[in-house]
């Protein structure tokens, strides 16, 4: 008996040992792919990369795609709530009844293989073709009402159902899928790949016995549902390859987005603009010009249309559509006010109407501290003032210049070019009108402070700033500054208004006013051996 104990024990330790080394000698799957079968039911296989994400379109590769095996499932999360009047009520459906009254019940029906609800203890009502949601509530609510006097009902889609749909065509990934309830054409378009050269414009949808015709495009840029309708049980939609070249319509100039897009039968003049996601506020919309090639000739004839009074003219495929910008439409003219104003800064104008007295009255009207004397104002635009002939006598040498050029360019040097003939006092104390002059986007109006001050420079003991006298002239300034050095050229000396730039060679006949200069230069060095060499030779 001990024997044979020793024996089955020997037998069992052979069988264990052949069964481990079968287990060791079977080949192991590379750590990735174990990896791989680890987490496949609980991470999803990454999307892959299509020609889509570098296509200039709206649809991208949908990552919510399990596409490990066919038929490929997509999950469509909801974007927006069902519309009881479009969703198609189908097998798989929950609808959820809620009773309100005496006797308070909740109960949900599935929608059977076979199109028909089972209403506990009460009936069984069969789903008629194509029936939509609102369709069928109303439907229940008038049969409960006769059932339940004193309750009311509320009838809700509790469950979506899922079935399978194909797809084909101008697509990366052509085949079945598994979808819901809430998917719509966009859906699965972008799931099973769009490519560059696939036709949004022109899907079909193969429902029963009728065909959809779907503009995904405009769906997509105008929120019109119709060309991204929900999809139905049994399905089939074809997307077809657009024509690259001449099947489009292109648009240009003042619209969002402007460009090439694929031609569809029935396109019109606001159609298009719709998709080129509207006009510029600028735009000239009561003359859309069209060019249109005349059969396979290379002749054209344009046509203008209003898109105002005529949105529904119709487009041919190659049509030309240009829409014009208004010529300074709400242009942002602007002028800038900086001194003794009450609110300097910038103020908008219209230009060439409006005027100077009315944006220093927007601007609160001057400080008691504003000197009107020195005001100015300056035309910043360059293209208003630039001087042609000072440009050119800028390019020569002075020695190639005659006597009436010389004095041109140093006089026109000396001035602000861009100063405009404008008499504050006059205009603001006097009310002469003449000057209240019409004003250009750019424009600097400077009311400087009052200075009470005359300047004295240059050759005299004493120079600097010296407070302004009324009717004193230039020679009693030169007296308070301690008269001439011995270097002063006295013949030369030069009175300058720094409001408009002007020199003056000094005389008691021109009148000293605030924030004058007087300057008085030196005698020019002078080496008399140099002289006297150059008089012997």
Known sequence: ELMRTVQLILVLIFLYTVSVFAQLSKPRPPNSARAATATASTTQKPSRQTATEIFEGPFAQDTTVAQQQEPYILVTPQDRPIDPEKYIIGPGDEIAIAVIGPYTQHFNCQVFPEGKIYIPNLDVFQIEKNENFAHLRDRLKDYLNNQFKESRFEIFLSRLKTFRVSIAGEIYHPGFYTVNGNSRLM????????????????IKIFRDSTTLDCDLLYALYTDDLTGNPYLNMGDRIFLPANEPLYDKISIYGAVNKPGDFEYRNGDTVGRIIQLALGLWTNADSEHVKITRFISNESQYKEIIVSFKTQPDFPLKSDDRVMVYERSNFREKYVVHIIGEVKYPGYYPIVEGKTRLSEVIEAAGGFTEYASLFQAQMQRMKREEWV??????????????????????????????????????????????????????????????????????????????????????????????????????????????????????????????????????????????????????T
Do not use: H
């Not at 859906?187 to 022109?202: L, M, Q």
């Not at 000072?390 to 602000?416: A, G, T």
């Not at 004193?472 to 030169?478: G, L, P, T, V």
């Open 187 to 202: 859906d699965i378009v972008k799931a099973a790949g769009f490519k560059p050269t696939s036709s949004s414009r022109k």
């Open 387 to 536: 001087d042609p002939e000072l440009s050119r006598l800028n390019r020569m040498l002075v020695s190639d210049m005659n006597d009436i050029e010389r004095e041109y360019w140093k006089i026109r040097n000396r001035e602000k070019l861009n100063l405009v003939a404008v008499d504050f006092e006059k205009l603001f104390i006097e009310n002469r009108q003449k000057y209240n002059v019409e004003l250009r986007n750019g424009d600097l109006i400077t009311i400087p402070k009052v200075t009470r001050s005359v300047t004295v420079s240059g050759a005299v003991l004493n120079p600097g700033i010296q407070t302004f006298k009324q009717g004193a002239n230039y020679k009693d300034y030169i007296a308070i500054a301690g008269g001439f050095n011995r270097k002063a050229r006295k013949s030369r000396i030069q009175i300058i208004k720094p409001r408009t730039g002007t020199w003056y060679d000094a005389s008691t006949k021109i009148p000293i006013e605030e924030g004058d200069i007087i300057f008085i230069p030196e005698k020019p060095l002078r080496d008399y051996w140099e002289i006297f060499k150059d008089t012997l």
